[in-house]
DNA sequence: TATTATTTTTAGTTTTACCTAAATTTTATT
DNA sequence: AATAAAATTTAGGTAAAACTAAAAATAATA
C-alpha cells in the first residue's frame, strides 16, 4: 500500500512516543507534531481505516503490527539519510535532521537498498541512533546512561537521547561526539553533575541534566 | 519564497515547453502534465499571482524572470540527482528519472551545494543534459545531430534527447551511451536509417527515428 | 462572413489535511 | 456521588490541487 507524507509522519511520531509510554494519547501526539488535538482525531480515524492503528475512541491507540512496520521504514530511511549527510556530505550532525526530515518520505525501495549498501551497511546513526534494517530489525548495542558509569571506568559515547540543536551545542563546546572516548572521575551527589575526562582534554564538569542524556558503552 | 511541489512541477514543465515553442498554451501542458486544462488554468493563476508568469487569459503564456530562475533551480537539482543516482549508487540510466522527481523537491539549497562538491561539480546529467549551474548558467556543449554526421568522422555521444524507457532499452541494445565512440559508415536516403560502427562492436543500422535522437560532439 | 470546431475558462465538486468552536466522555476533586 | 477539570471527539469550515460539465472566447473553414 501507498502512504502520504503525512501520513507516514504520523505514524513515525506514534512510534517514538509509544517507545517512551506503551500507549500513546491525542494531546501528546497533537504536541509532538505541532497540531491540534482535532487534526490528530481525523488522522486516527484515516489510520484505523488503513489498519496501521489499534484505535478505540477515547480509549488511546497504539500501531497494529503493519504500522510498527511501517514506522520502522521510515525511521531507517531517515536514519540511513542522516548518515549520508554527515559522513558523505560532511554536514554537521547537529543540522541533518530536518533534511532527513524531508528525505525520508521518497518512496524508491531500490534507492534505500542501493545507499544502504554505498554507505556500507551501518547500524548506527551519526546520533548513535540504531538503523533498522530491511526486515525491520533493530542493532542492539548494551548502552548505559552516563549517570550510572561507575568511576574510572573508560567509556565509549554510543548516542544521545535529547537531539536539541541546544543540547547538541553544548556537546560540540565538551568536545564530545559518537566515538568519544572519557572517563567519570566523580559524581558530586550536591546536584548529580560529574566531573569527567574526555581523550586528550582536561577535565571538566557537566551537569546532571546533559549526563542523563549521554549513553556510552564498553567492551565487557 | 516558498513553492510547493506541485508549483514547482508546472514551472518545471513549462520551461521545458517553452525552450521549443516560446510560448506554451493551456491544452499542451495539460498534456504534459497529465492533467485537465481547467487545472491548469487555476494554477496559471496561482503562478501569475506568485509573479512566476507572464499570463493574459486566453492568449497563451510563458515564465518571468523569476518563474525562469526556479525552473532552473529545480531543473538543476534534478539533474544532480540524476547523477548521484547513476554515477554513485550505479543505477540504470533509465532508472533514475522517477527517484529523481521526486528528490528535486528537496528544499534545502545546502544540501544542494555539498551534493554539488561530492559529485565533483559536473557540468552534464547522465543522459548528456547540462546542469545548470548556482546561478543558472547553463554550459555549452557543440553538439550535432547524429543524422548530420559527415562519413567516417569520430565523434562522441553527449546526449540524448527521447528519454523514453523504450529508447533507452534500445540504446542500451545497441551498446550506446553516453561517452561511447562511434563512426557513421554510411546514409540510406531510402528511410534515412544509418549504418554505425560502435567502437569494439561490429557495424549495425540505426533507424532515422533513433538518430534523430542522438546528439554526438567532437574535438574541433 | 457565418458557422463550426477548438481552445480556454468558469462554476461547482471532491479529497486531504488542516483549523475553531462546541459537545461529549473520561478523570480528578471536593 | 456530584461537580469541576481535562481530554477527546464531533460539527462545520478553509485552502490546495485535482476533477467534470458547461459556458465563453478564439481560430478555422465552408
Redesign the interface.
Known sequence: MNFTTSEENYIKSIYHLQQETGTVNTNSLAAEMHTRPASVTDMLKKLKAKKLLQYERYKGFKLSDNGKKLALEVVRKHRLWEYF?VE????DWD?VH??AE??EH???D??IQ??EK?LGNPSFDPHGDPIPDRNGKIPVLNQLNLSEVPDKKAVTVSSVSNQTAQMLEMLKHYKIALGTQLQVLQKFSFDGSLEIKVLKQSPCIISEQVAKNVFVHYES
Open positions: 549527510l558523505i556530505l560532511e554536514f543540522k530536518p533534511i524531508e528525505l521518497i518512496s524508491s531500490e534507492l542501493r545507499l554505498f
